[in-house]
């Protein structure tokens, strides 16, 4: 196909999938999209509002504003926000004036939803890549190029990212207000947190914007039991709302509004009217009206999905207690009752800003713990843990902080004086108590130091662990502080690439399984492939590490159709040796959805090799549908009609909107290890139990992903999980290990 089809494809498919279904089409007047155009040349301005003119997207129409060089820009992005676009001219005061404002749009105003589109004059001249993955540049596109079809096409891509990330972060936003003020619930302020928290959360589901109030009688909340004051007031607010925080309910402006939150509070029942939705919420303490501005009528599945919301988390909500414990297991270590990765993350995320210049970061890692876990079991491994954690702690005393980030490795922050490498070499001078054992152990070190750190608390982390792995492969000493220098430059990447097309080539890579069972009666029910890169010395690459370089480099594309055809060739073999019920789950990246031909590749392989489709399971993750919806969803729909399955990966990682949720073509819900993780405390499962409820609603199948114990095991039985895929049962493993697997009694 030549560039040129390839170009027409692209412009059909945005016109054919058309937004208008993603969102009400009777919503209120909406807001514009705002996009600001930044060119020297006054008659760009004129031409591009005259090939914009009278388009809408999403059902909204278009503002522009306009900016003669990069200088006003700047003025006026310092002022103006929810800017969709800024369609920008590379060259102006300067020969890299627009390239120096994407700059200042992202590092110093760190405004990153707003879509950026270049424009050059000179055909040509190209940014390095580099500078479009820093930026974030969404398009690049010389005016020679911009005939009106594609100026349109590039608009309509840019404002459905734009309006996909606000969505996100939204969610993201509203899930840390919610777990931000559960400490403190029943408090004004934190009430009004909490409440805001929900509003966005609810509004996210719906994929509207968060408008709304949560009220509830006064009485209920006042320690003065011998005066109720029994009319209602708004305890929370989103959006216009804002204002009227604490005020009674019949100052809202709306006396309809004002009516319908009544008339739910009185008759203790969701009322859903053509616009505006009132949500009932109790507990045995409290009552509470939500109103939300949904913009459309809800439809019965939108109704089904908030009760199950509500229903699940949303008493749960109330409930001070579970908050905390959920903040606690979500930050703490059940074991050492140290921070867990996540606390220490948060620790590191203002280190740079607020630490002292003399603070220094650093990662104890065991050796061997592994072998002592598996050599000694669990219990003798879990105490050599609690025992380093104490040791540590008290060798390094109050001022500095102590944390377990993954199952061996500790953390720890606190000043240059005392955070050595001696002082922590020390720690390991002598063994260890493990119950009847005295372990003699050691541990390899990294260290960053405040000077040389950057980044928020997870880019921090990762460079610790640079500096730790470097210590790690080195002899002779047993720590590595690190420095910038130490990072994988684009060359080593390139370079990596380079050696990753090379092995494809050579027939390298392989393809290795993890069996997946039925939680009722143990039986495999089917597999997951997951792709392994040999790295010539017995080991292997990560695929952490090296599937994002095969997606960036666009090999991913060929890499798994090669994945997709081994893993069926590999179950028909398993079909001839008898095993017949057997699915197999092959993961799908974005690139390969946007490449072209993908849809038919997959059904020519199941024919080609006279496969069931039925037994084809595609996995994809949240992020991947909501990188491109209507494409993904239409695709989906086409293999679903194929017979293919298709499971969503990773979910509630992307906290994606419900409403996006309900139109994917789904068969089943992959529950992700971290809220497997979470039920080990009790209260921590909510999470997991919402995602089981959800995936029962909707008639899907939900599998647990990372089941590494039988506690987690029992409990995601209990709460009506259908399959599981984890340590506990097997280890992803080459196909001969499979089968051997699969014979055992
Ligand atoms: P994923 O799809 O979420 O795969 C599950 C990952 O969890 C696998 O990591 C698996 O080894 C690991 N895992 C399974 N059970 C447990 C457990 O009990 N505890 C713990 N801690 N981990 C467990 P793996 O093999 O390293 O793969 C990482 C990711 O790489 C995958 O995550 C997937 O996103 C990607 N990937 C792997 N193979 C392919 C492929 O063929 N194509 C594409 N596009 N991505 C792939
Ligand atoms: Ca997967
Ligand atoms: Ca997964």
Redesign the pocket.
């Known amino acids: 196909m030549t560039a040129d089809n390839q170009e027409m494809d692209n412009d059909e498919l945005l016109f054919f999938a058309d937004d208008e279904e993603l969102v009400g089409s009777d919503g209120p007047e909406l807001e514009k999209w705002r996009i600001l155009i930044v060119d020297d040349d006054h008659e760009i301005h004129a031409v591009t509002q005259l090939a914009l003119n009278g388009l809408t997207i999403f059902d909204r129409d278009i503002a522009f504003l306009h900016a003669y060089s990069a200088d006003e820009a700047k003025e006026l992005l310092q002022h103006e926000q929810d800017i969709a676009i800024v369609l920008l001219d590379v060259v102006m005061e300067n020969d890299d004036a627009g390239l120096q404002l994407a700059r200042y749009i992202r590092d110093d105003l760190k405004q990153d939803e707003v879509r950026i589109i270049l424009r050059t004059g000179q055909p040509g001249y190209a940014p390095e890549e580099q500078v479009i993955k820093d930026y974030d540049i969404n398009d690049y596109k010389t005016k020679t190029e911009l005939t009106r079809n594609r100026l349109v096409t590039s608009i309509i891509t840019a404002v459905r990212s734009y309006h996909q990330i606000r969505m996100l972060n939204q969610s993201r936003r509203g899930l840390e207000m919610i777990i931000k003020s559960s400490a403190n619930l029943m408090e004004h302020h934190a009430m009004k947190g909490f409440a805001e928290g929900v509003l966005t959360q609810l509004a996210s589901v719906l994929g509207v914007e968060p408008e709304g109030v949560l009220c509830a009688r006064r009485g209920q909340f006042s320690s003065e039991e011998d005066t109720p004051d029994n009319s209602i007031y708004v305890l929370g607010a989103a959006g216009d709302f804002a204002p009227f925080v604490n005020q009674p309910l019949q100052d809202l402006p709306s006396q309809h509004i004002a009516n319908l939150v009544e008339s739910c509070l009185n008759e203790k029942a969701h009322q859903y009217e053509q616009d505006d939705t009132a949500l009932f919420i109790a507990s045995s303490d409290y009552e509470a009206a939500i109103y939300i501005d949904s913009a459309r009528p809800l439809a019965q599945i939108d109704r089904n999905l908030l009760e199950v919301f509500l229903g699940n988390i949303g008493v749960g909500y109330e409930n001070v207690s579970l908050f905390q414990r959920l903040q606690h297991a979500a930050y703490t270590d059940e074991l050492t009752r140290l921070p867990n990765r996540a606390g220490f993350i948060q620790c590191l995320d203002g280190f740079i800003t607020t630490a002292g210049k003399d603070q220094v970061v650093a990662l104890v890692d065991l050796n061997q713990f592994s072998d002592i876990n598996d050599g000694l079991g669990q219990e003798a491994g879990n105490q050599l843990l609690k025992a380093v954690a104490e040791r540590l702690s008290q060798t390094l005393g109050e001022s500095c902080t102590v944390a377990r980030v993954s199952s061996d490795v500790f953390g720890i922050i606190g000043s240059e004086q005392i955070v050595t490498p001696d002082r922590l070499l020390s720690v390991f001078n002598h063994p260890f108590h493990a119950g009847e054992h005295m372990l003699p152990i050691k541990a390899a070190m990294g260290f960053c130091c405040q000077p040389q750190a950057s980044g928020r608390g997870l880019d921090l982390l990762k460079q610790v662990y640079i500096a730790l792995n470097l210590a790690k492969k080195n002899l002779s000493e047993k720590y590595a502080y690190y420095e910038q220098s130490l990072e994988t430059s684009t060359s080593d990447r390139l370079n990596m690439i380079r050696s990753l097309r090379h092995d494809f080539s050579e027939r390298r890579l392989q393809?290795?399984y993890?069996p997946q069972l039925s939680l009722a009666n143990l039986k495999v029910s089917g597999m997951?492939?997951?792709?392994?890169w040999p790295d010539g010395e017995g080991g292997y690459i990560?695929?952490?590490v090296f599937?994002p370089l095969?997606?960036y480099s666009g090999l991913?594309v060929d890499?798994?159709a090669w994945?997709l055809e081994e893993s069926l060739r590999q179950l028909k073999e398993l079909q001839e040796q008898g095993f017949e019920e057997l699915t197999v789950g092959?993961?799908?990246?974005m690139q390969?959805f946007r490449s072209v031909g993908f849809l038919d590749s997959v059904i020519n392989t199941l024919a080609q090799l006279e496969m069931a489709p039925a037994c084809l399971e595609l996995?994809i993750?949240e992020s991947v549908v909501m990188d491109d919806p209507a494409v993904v969803i239409d695709t989906l729909g086409k293999l679903r009609a194929a017979g293919v399955k298709v499971s969503i990966?990773?979910f509630g990682t992307g906290f994606s909107s419900l409403s996006y949720l309900q139109q994917l073509p789904l068969d089943r819900i992959?529950i992700?290890?971290a809220f497997v993780t979470a039920v080990d405390d009790a209260q921590g499962a909510i999470i997991a139990e919402t995602i089981v409820a959800l995936g029962k609603k909707l008639k899907l199948t939900t599998v647990c992903?990372?089941?590494?114990t039988e506690a987690q095991a029992a409990h995601m039985r209990q709460i009506g999980c259908d399959e599981a895929?984890?340590?506990?049962y097997a280890?992803?493993m080459p196909f001969a290990d499979l089968v051997n697997f699969l014979s055992k009694p």
């Open positions: 393809v290795w993890q997951e492939a997951l792709l392994r990560s695929p952490a599937i095969a997606e991913i890499i798994g994945v092959v993961n799908v990246s390969q996995e993750t990966d990773d992959k992700d290890r992903e990372g089941v590494e895929q984890g340590f506990l280890r992803p």
